[in-house]
């Protein structure tokens, strides 16, 4: 075989899309301590959301690099197509500009091509003899949620004056410290600080829930690096993945 031919097959190797050469999809996840959803350890993205999105990836020929930012950065970062997906957000009106979403996304109900269903609850300190009965004006202040998550805008937009920290785990230690106010975070979080001592048993998590949200990978308007056929493609298996029993129960085991 001659130089100039084995040249040409370089080249066509590299620019053929797809079909020769896999392209990674770039994702940045939140570094915030989101257990079991998504989370960082060692530099690394972890979490059920990101195990189950690079399942679906893997099984619909893709590969990805998976990046943890502080969720602000992340959000700015897909806004300008520096990543091409993010794992996971929740619906927002402002984030439908930048970020492609599944067509049932804005409904407000669990979506079909959800990752998961993830609710929000009350949590107080156990000295704390507050109940919560479903009525928002009545949460004892400070009214705490982790900085840029769209539950903190959501209370604010019903009113509620909310003090937003860097993470999680920085607003149940204040709570912790004072006794007083509340914290509005998922409930699995309040049981897994609970059992691995941040909380020390002293979280109580009210049983009404405040609000339940679907969570996706999205995509970047900018540079989304898929079809939209591929990327419903990748949707419909983390729907599949989500309704095998087999899957998700070892998926729960490893949390």
């Known amino acids: 075989m001659n130089k100039s031919l084995k040249f040409l097959l ?37 979490g059920m959301h990101v195990d189950m999105v690079r399942q679906a990836l893997k099984n619909t020929g893709h590969k ?40 049932d996304a804005q409904v407000g109900k669990e979506s079909k091509w959800r990752i998961m269903q993830v609710s929000y609850a009350v949590v107080t300190h156990i000295n704390n003899k507050y109940q919560f009965t479903g009525d928002l004006n009545t949460l004892p202040e400070p009214v705490r949620a982790p900085f840029a998550y769209s539950i903190a805008e959501d209370m604010r937009s019903a009113g509620i004056n909310v003090k937003t920290d860097y993470n999680i785990i920085e607003c149940v230690k204040k709570l912790l410290r004072s006794q007083n106010g509340v ?10 600080l609970n059992n691995k001592g941040i909380g020390n048993y002293k979280l109580n998590i009210h049983k009404i829930p405040i609000k339940s949200k679907s969570y996706f990978i999205a995509f970047s308007k900018v540079n989304p690096l898929f079809s939209q056929e591929e990327i419903r493609k990748i949707w419909n298996e983390i729907l599949r993945l989500r309704e095998d029993n087999v899957y998700m129960q070892k998926l729960f085991d490893k949390y």
């Open 183 to 192: 914290v509005i975070m998922p409930p699995r979080n309040a049981e897994i």
């Open 64 to 103: 990805a690099i998976f990046t943890p930012l502080p969720w602000k950065r992340c959000l700015k970062e897909m806004e300008k197509g520096q990543y091409n997906a993010v794992v996971s957000a929740s619906y927002k009106p402002d984030r439908a500009e930048y970020l492609i979403y599944p067509p």
């Open 10 to 46: 370089i080249i066509l190797f590299i620019s053929v899309p797809g079909s020769l050469a896999a392209v990674e999809l770039k994702i940045c996840t939140d570094n915030n301590y989101w257990y079991p959803y998504t989370y960082m350890e060692h530099e690394k993205s972890l």
